[in-house]
């Protein structure tokens, strides 16, 4: 069965720190790729997608993340927090074909101090 | 944002009662979706709609029935309510195949079950 694994589950910086959150998945074909944000009190939103094409995705709010096919990885980066970033991040996998079945990864709780 | 609504935002209620929640969307989108998220787990499917009166189960369906007699509203019902079934639900919709599109969430209700 596919899954979605996110190995940082609390990360806490600095204002100014950069950023990288892992997301590895199993599934071994053809994937979209997302990765959604959930700040305090709020639905979640979506940072940025992979769907084809350039592997180094740009989303909302300075945020990309890098599609690794030979490491199954799709880890989000950010060069410079800010105490907005604080939130919860979720990595999520689509197989095609697996209608509706978008896995999500258990999640990272992300603290800025400002 | 997307126009989605969910109702109630909170509930309280208790073991053994039937709880019905509904999602109701202005976008017109053909799929519907209900999760539920809880601590470690991230976010996990229940039940899905790839139109009215199509439904499927997700990977944590037992307990739960859906309905969707209009393309607008999609109702998730807890017919005995236990309460491992304690959790913020959120529906989701995308407008074509989740594998071509991302999904659009809701502002979630919290469920206890006393």
């Known amino acids: 069965a596919q899954s979605v694994s996110q190995h940082n589950h609390h990360v806490i910086l600095s204002e100014a720190a950069s950023l990288e959150l892992g997301c590895n998945y199993s599934y071994g074909g053809t994937v979209n790729l997302f990765w959604y944000v959930q700040y305090p009190g709020q639905h979640l939103q979506l940072l940025l997608k992979?769907?084809?094409?350039?592997?180094l995705v740009k989303g909302i709010k300075g945020f990309e993340a890098e599609f690794i096919k030979s490491k199954f990885s799709f880890n989000l980066r950010k060069p410079s927090v800010q105490w907005s970033d604080t939130a919860e991040y979720f990595c999520a996998v689509n197989a095609p074909g697996n209608t509706g079945k978008l896995i999500f990864g258990q999640g990272t709780t992300l603290q800025v101090k400002p | 944002d997307a126009g989605i609504t969910q109702s109630p935002r909170h509930k309280v209620t208790e073991t053994g009662t039937p709880v019905t929640l509904r999602c109701h969307q202005t976008e017109n989108h053909r799929y519907m979706y209900w999760y539920r998220q809880d601590p470690g787990h991230g976010l996990r499917l229940i039940h899905y709609s790839y139109g009215v009166k199509d439904t499927d189960k997700g990977e944590v369906s037992d307990g739960y029935s859906v309905s969707r007699s209009k393309t607008e509203d999609f109702l998730l019902t807890l017919e005995s309510a236990t309460s491992s079934q304690t959790s913020v639900y959120f529906c989701?919709?995308?407008?074509?195949?989740?594998?071509?599109?991302?999904?659009?969430f809701g502002d979630g209700t919290r469920l206890s079950i006393l």
């Open positions: 989701a919709i995308s407008e074509g195949r989740p594998e071509n599109q991302p999904q659009h």
């Open positions: 992979y769907f084809s094409g350039d592997p």
